[in-house]
C-alpha cells in the first residue's frame, strides 16, 4: 500500500491550506485533503488541532521534502520530513469521526487518485 503515495516521495511541500472543515497539503501539483485533521511533530514537539501553534506547526514544514511514508492498515498513515518531523493521520472510527466519508483524499499530477477510507 504504500506504493499509493510514491509520487509524494522525495517532494516538498509547495503550500498548506486551510478549507473550512479539513486540510490540503500540495506538493508540486501533487494534493492531500485531509479530513480529519492530523497530528503534527516537529522533533520533539507535538501539535494537536486547537493547540495555539498548529498552524504554526504545519506551516514549518513547507518546503521540507517527504522522506518516508508508513501506511499501518486500520490504524494510521505517517509522513516522514526531513529534520526529524512528521505528520500523523489516524485512520480509526470513533464518536468524532463517525460522519466522515473518507479521511484522506490523494489527487496526483498524472491523473492517479485514491481514497482512504
Same mark, same amino acid.
Given at each position: 500500500?504504500?506504493? *499509493?503515495?510514491?509520487?509524494?516521495?522525495? /517532494?516538498?511541500?509547495?503550500? =498548506?491550506?486551510? =478549507? @473550512?472543515?479539513?486540510?490540503?497539503?500540495?506538493?508540486?501539483?501533487?494534493? *492531500?485533503?485531509?479530513?480529519? !485533521?492530523? /497530528?503534527?511533530? #516537529? @522533533?520533539?514537539? $507535538?501539535?494537536?488541532?486547537?493547540?495555539?501553534?498548529? $498552524?504554526?506547526?504545519?506551516? %514549518?514544514?513547507?518546503?521540507?521534502?517527504?522522506?518516508?511514508?508508513? *501506511? #499501518? /492498515?486500520?490504524?494510521? =498513515?505517517?509522513? &516522514?520530513?526531513? /529534520?526529524?518531523?512528521?505528520? %500523523? *493521520?489516524?485512520?480509526? $472510527?470513533?464518536?468524532?469521526?463517525?460522519?466522515?466519508?473518507? &479521511?484522506?483524499? &490523494?489527487?496526483?499530477?498524472? %491523473?492517479? !487518485?485514491? =481514497? #482512504?477510507?
Amino acid at each position: 500500500m504504500e506504493n *499509493l503515495f510514491k509520487a509524494i516521495i522525495g /517532494e516538498q511541500l509547495s503550500s =498548506v491550506e486551510f =478549507v @473550512q472543515d479539513y486540510l490540503q497539503l500540495h506538493f508540486d501539483g501533487n494534493t *492531500l485533503a485531509f479530513y480529519e !485533521w492530523p /497530528e503534527i511533530n #516537529l @522533533q520533539t514537539l $507535538r501539535y494537536q488541532v486547537g493547540d495555539m501553534n498548529y $498552524r504554526n506547526a504545519l506551516c %514549518k514544514l513547507i518546503s521540507h521534502k517527504i522522506i518516508k511514508i508508513d *501506511l #499501518l /492498515e486500520n490504524d494510521r =498513515v505517517e509522513f &516522514f520530513f526531513e /529534520e526529524d518531523s512528521c505528520i %500523523k *493521520l489516524n485512520l480509526v $472510527r470513533n464518536e468524532s469521526n463517525s460522519d466522515l466519508s473518507e &479521511f484522506l483524499y &490523494f489527487n496526483g499530477t498524472d %491523473k492517479e !487518485w485514491f =481514497v #482512504l477510507e
